[in-house]
């Protein structure tokens, strides 16, 4: 596949074929994508959680949030649900660098998994206490950002940008998720 149209593949999805769960080595090859991906001075010090399907999955979910707007909608429902999970750690000391090394190795993922036609949600919205204590993260590292990660069920579109600017995602009637995008002129800041 083209590699733009596997950006535009790649939209965030929050609905998944819970009845055909990804396998730990699934996640293990998402790793192994992210395992490639550039660091800041090659420090590579993320590390990775991860959450196959099962009671720690079930548990993980439950402190996470999901669409904040989608106002109508509580999160994916049973039957939906992400079937693993990826927790990126980061060290708890660490400078704003190994930030950019996490944004990094989670769009790695991403694209990784739209790939193969998994789904993948990037979450900042989870419980920051609980989830370290779920997964017994050592007291010198922190969860940094959480994937939900699964078959994808949901058709997810690019819209363009409505006329009032709002850059809100939302769902039609037929349940297709619309994500609009800037145009790529109002993104260009300067030629020279
Ligand atoms: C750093 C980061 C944190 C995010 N946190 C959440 C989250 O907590 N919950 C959620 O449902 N989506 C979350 N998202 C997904 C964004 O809502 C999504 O990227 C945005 O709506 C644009 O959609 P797209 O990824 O399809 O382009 C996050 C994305 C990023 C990059």
Redesign the pocket.
């Known amino acids: 596949m083209d590699f733009k149209a596997l950006m535009e593949e ?5 609905r998944f074929v819970e009845e055909k769960p990804l396998s730990m080595a699934d996640l293990e090859w998402l790793v192994e994508c992210a395992r490639l991906a550039p660091s800041a001075r090659n420090a590579q010090s993320l590390r990775f959680a991860l959450v196959g399907h099962g009671p720690a999955c079930q548990k993980l979910f439950a402190l ?6 989608l106002k109508d909608w509580g ?1 994916p429902h049973e039957g939906e649900r992400p079937t693993g999970f990826i927790v990126i750690l980061a060290p708890a000391d660490a400078g704003q660098l190994v930030f950019y090394d996490v ?1 990094i190795a ?2 790695s993922m ?1 694209l990784a998994a739209a790939s193969r036609g998994w789904g993948c ?6 419980d920051h206490k609980a989830v370290p204590e779920l997964l017994r993260v050592p007291a010198d590292m922190k969860a940094a ?2 994937l939900g990660l699964g078959l994808a069920r949901e058709k ?1 579109v ?1 819209a363009p940008l409505p006329a009032d600017g709002s850059v809100q ?1 939302w769902r039609d009637a037929q349940g297709v ?1 619309h ?1 609009p ?1 800037r145009p790529l002129e109002d993104l260009i800041a300067g030629r020279y």
């Open positions: 790649a939209r965030t999805c929050r996470t949030r999901w669409a904040a707007a999160g944004g989670a769009q991403q949600c990037m979450i900042y919205s989870f950002l959480v997810r690019v995602y998720h994500v995008k």
